[in-house]
Every structure is written in C-alpha cells, then in structure tokens.
C-alpha cells in the first residue's frame, strides 16, 4: 500500500472537515446519525466471547475488531489463493475504488487497523465460500475494517462477510470492502449483518467489474438500532453483470438504510436488484436506489425492484428508486411497493385451519423467501433461512 499514512493524514482531513452527515444533506435526509455523532468511542480491545457457526472449511475470525489465528481456519487453501490480514498485505489498487469523500469511508480510511485481504489468481474455483466473522461484545468500541478481494481472470470466488454482536452491547461498526472482479470472474458476496440492538453498522461496499464479469451481492440485515448499507458497483467492462439483493427485518425501534448505485459505464452490460424489507412495530427503513447509464452505455438491461411489507401501523418506509439514462438504446425499469399482509391470503389459511399467527408468519415467510432462493450457496441459504424463521417466530408471538 503505496504512502499508506498520506493517505490516512489525507482522509483524517477530510473526516474533520466534513464530520458526520446530517440530515440536512440529500443522501441523507430520512437518516439521523446524530445518536452516533454525539457518543465518544475507545480503542480499548478485549477478547469476545461470541458464538459463532462456520459457513464453509475455511474463515478468518476478528474479535472486537482484531483477527484471531486461534480462532480462525485458513490451512489447506488451494494454491492461488491469499487470505490474511490486510495490515500484512501491499496492493496498489488499495483505496482506489472507496469514495473518501464519503465521511465514514474517509473515518475507516484514517483509522482502520484491521480487515481481510483476499486475492485469488486467474483460473481458480473455489467451492467452499471463505467466511469472514467478525465478533463483537466490547462496550463503547469502535471497530474500523477494512477488506479487499481481488479475483482474477476466469476465476469462480464466494465470500460471506457477518457480523454479529451480542445483546445489549453499545458499539460502532465501520466497514469498507473493496472487490475486484477481473475479465471473466464470477464473484459471490454474501453480508449478514446481525450486530447488537443497541450498537451502529456502517459499511461501503464498493465492486468494479471487468469485461464479462459477474458480481453478486447478497445482503441480510436483522441487527444494530441504527446501521446503513452504502453498495456502489461500476460495470467498466462490457458484457459485465451485476446483480444486488437484500432482505432487511426489523423491529422495536431499529432503523436501517440502503443506497444502492450501479454505474452502467460501458455497453452491453446487466444489473439486476431485488430488495425486500419486512418492518414490525415502530423501526423504519430508507432505500435508495440508483443506476446511472452513461451516454456509450448502449444496450444497458437494468432492472431494480424494491418491495416493503409492513407488520405494523407504526413502522415507515422511504423508498426512493431512481433512473439517470444518458443512452437511448437501453431497457430500464424501477418500481417500488409498500403495503400490508394480504388479508384474503391469511383467511383463505384460517379456512384451512392455520391458525392467524402462523398463517401470517407463512405468508410473511413466502415474503421474504424470493431473495434467499437467489444464493447460489447451500450452506449460506439454508442458514439463513434459519434466521428468518427465527425472527418471525419472535415477531408473530
């Protein structure tokens, strides 16, 4: 990492002169991170006693924002593929694609002390999706991560990035990964965010693509009282493919928020967003989403859909999906819905004998089951769906 503390100087200037956003600004209007702003964090580290459960033979384990070989499984790799800290690793591409205009980027930028780096060379296929855990039970803690994955030239690569924290624990999570998906890749990325109900999430996902690359990105958020997922991709090469779901639950007072950009840069390439939310008693959520196609971005095939089912009277959401088309040979379309449970489904099952909370829960299940169905990745899909029914049981009763 070429003048890596310029670097940091640089972005630490721009974090103070920038501080945190307020809702005074467009990108920021429905979300009010002053809760956050107004809190004084440590760098105090601790070990964390978290449970977790391995998605695949191999993952790297960071606790309380700090990696634990002890904990961690990255022995027998194949050959052409580096997985480590990414304090131990050099790559010039580092801080290339991650807005540091952006405030939190430019704070994880000027204070990051750990992360994962992962580079996979050209031609390789990996089954077994590397599982990167990030643990967290420290009080008043910030964790500034930092990843970067590069994957090489008709490579096939998965990722699952989760965080989990433990209950009732007051902490800051500020994330950034960075993806590199070269000519002709195929790279899987799965987030989980489960954080605790009282801490803050934040993270920057930022992905460019090569020439006939694939990028899937899959994002599940049941944690953290206030967190927000900024997902930018550039498709740079042509017949490149990218493609963004997510499903967020909430409950109690939890807010959330999605902005999602896909920059259609050059022709003959595809994005496709699916982004479902299911809201219960007063939380709220933002989704932003919006794909811009460039004036030579000809023969662009875009299609976003955000869908929000509400549980509650009390729980709200913006949805704010958006088209910038400089191109007139393209196929955009963009819609957004927000609604309650169908009423006629759930007494056609009471009519059948389900009884009203389990009639529901099936129906808000089929909800949210379009975007599970998505993931390519068995262990990952069939862990999350446990998720799901975990959290419906708890909101039907």
């Known amino acids: 990492m070429n003048d890596l503390q310029q670097m940091r100087d640089k972005a630490a200037s721009v974090f103070e002169q920038l501080g945190f956003p307020t809702t005074r600004e467009e990108l920021w209007r429905f979300t009010d991170v002053s809760a956050l702003a107004n809190q004084e964090f ?18 790297l384990v ?23 800290s ?46 990167l855990i990030y643990l967290a039970d420290a009080d008043g803690a910030a964790f500034h991560l930092r990843n970067l994955i590069s994957v090489g030239v008709g490579s096939t690569f998965s990722v699952v990035e989760e965080y989990i924290g433990t ?21 899987d990325h799965y987030k989980i965010q489960r954080e605790s109900k009282t801490a803050f999430h934040f993270q920057t996902l930022e992905a460019q693509l090569g020439k006939n690359a694939v990028f899937s990105n899959h994002a599940i958020a049941l944690g953290a009282a206030l967190g927000r997922n900024d ?12 493609i963004c779901n997510g499903l967020y639950l909430l409950n109690e007072k939890q807010h959330f928020d999605t902005h999602l950009f896909m920059d259609h840069a050059v022709a003959n390439c595809n994005s496709h967003e699916l982004y479902k939310g299911i809201l219960d008693e007063k939380s709220k959520a933002v989704f932003c989403g919006r794909i811009l196609v460039r004036q030579d971005a ?33 196929k955009c ?18 009519t059948r004998g389900i009884d009203p909370a389990r009639g529901k829960a099936m129906l808000t299940y089929a909800f949210a089951n379009e975007v599970l169905n998505e993931m390519k990745s068995t262990p990952v899909r069939t862990y999350l769906e446990n998720l799901v029914h975990e959290w419906l049981e708890k909101v039907s009763g």
Request: one cysteine or more.
């Open 62 to 84: 960071f606790e309380n924002g700090k990696l634990s070989p002890e904990k961690s499984n990255i022995g027998g790799l194949p050959e052409g593929i580096k997985v480590g």
């Open 42 to 59: 440590s760098n105090d580290w601790s070990p964390a006693s978290v449970d977790f459960l391995p998605l695949g033979e191999f993952y």
């Open 231 to 242: 997902i930018r991709g550039k498709l740079m090469g042509e017949g490149g493919e990218a």
């Open 333 to 350: 379309t963009h819609g957004a819905t927000i609604g309650e449970l169908d009423e006629v489904a759930l007494y056609y099952l009471q």
């Open 167 to 187: 209950p009732g624990t007051a902490y800051w999570t500020n994330a950034v990964t960075e993806v590199f998906a070269a000519d002709n890749a195929t790279v």
């Open 86 to 131: 990414i304090m131990d690793r050099a790559d010039d591409r580092f801080g290339t694609l991650a807005d540091t205009q952006s405030a939190f980027v430019a704070a994880n930028t000027a204070c990051f002390s750990e992360g994962a780096f992962i580079e996979v060379a050209d031609g390789i296929e990996l089954d077994s999706p590397i599982h």
């Open 298 to 330: 000809q023969q662009t095939d875009a299609v976003q859909s955000n869908r929000n089912l509400l549980l509650s009277r009390g729980a709200k959401v913006h949805s704010l999906p958006q088209l910038e088309i400089y191109a007139d040979d393209v």
